[in-house]
């Protein structure tokens, strides 16, 4: 069973135009969330996790566990935000999912 | 402080071969995964490994293998290999407490295998 999914493969915006990737998870139990960016000819790295609710290069994201979402969220996206963002989910018996991630494109 | 490096960069294998990949975790840290990426996909969860012992595994069968070391270095072997098993093959480290909860991992810059 799918654990997360990434509903858009491709997704443009403008420069200073608010910016939403969406995820959905399944999971019956306490699962952690992140998101994770992949920069172009970089590894992939940890952008932020739903646990310590911070806010990185200006994303925030909010675990809704009534939706079982975890969208990823920017108000106002730059250029330097174009690049491949996955949402994954760890589960407490140290399982791993990665969504199919979604490639975003910041127009200037 | 070194980040997590792969071996070999790229390999070329036939169907029914066995292959031996390598990952250095980062200093200090002593949990491994293993992940398999398709093209176009996300990562794959193959397995954890937590101060030498498996820890997690996800949907593969047992011709994928894994070892890791006292320095927590590791490596995934692939037995058999088949077509499908083309792909990018990710390693990730981590310090995992004892509570073994989702740490952050760092990820190397993979291992492209291509099965023909």
């Known amino acids: 069973a799918q654990r997360v999914t990434q509903p858009e493969k491709l997704l443009s915006v403008f420069k200073g135009a608010p910016v939403e990737l969406k995820c959905n998870y399944s999971?019956?139990?306490?699962?952690?969330l992140f998101w994770y960016v992949q920069y172009s000819r970089q590894r992939l790295q940890l952008l932020l996790r739903?646990?310590s609710r911070e806010s990185i290069k200006g994303f925030t994201a909010d675990l809704n566990k009534g939706e079982t979402s975890f969208h990823l969220k920017k108000p106002f996206a730059q250029e330097e935000d174009s690049a491949m963002y996955y949402c994954?989910?760890?589960?407490?018996?140290?399982?791993?999912?990665f969504g199919t991630g979604t490639s975003l494109t910041v127009i200037p | 402080e070194t980040g997590v490096t792969q071996s070999p960069t790229h390999l070329i294998k036939t169907r029914g071969q066995q292959v031996t990949l390598r990952c250095s975790s980062q200093?200090?840290?002593?949990?491994v995964s293993w992940y398999q990426q398709a093209l176009g996909q996300g990562p794959q969860f193959i397995f954890q490994?937590?101060?030498?012992?498996?820890?997690g595994r996800g949907n593969f069968p047992p011709r994928f293998s894994g070892l890791q070391f006292p320095n927590y270095s590791s490596e995934l072997n692939v037995n058999a290999l088949e077509l499908d098993d083309s792909a990018l093959y990710l390693c990730?480290?981590?310090?995992?407490?004892?509570?073994?909860?989702?740490?952050?991992?760092?990820f190397g810059p993979g291992t492209r295998l291509l099965v023909l």
């Open positions: 990730a480290s981590s310090l995992a407490d004892r509570g073994l909860k989702g740490e952050t991992q760092y």
């Open positions: 999971y019956s139990g306490s699962p952690e």
């Open positions: 739903h646990i």
């Open positions: 994954a989910l760890s589960t407490p018996g140290n399982q791993f999912y």
């Open positions: 200093s200090g840290h002593n949990t």
């Open positions: 490994y937590y101060r030498e012992e498996e820890n």
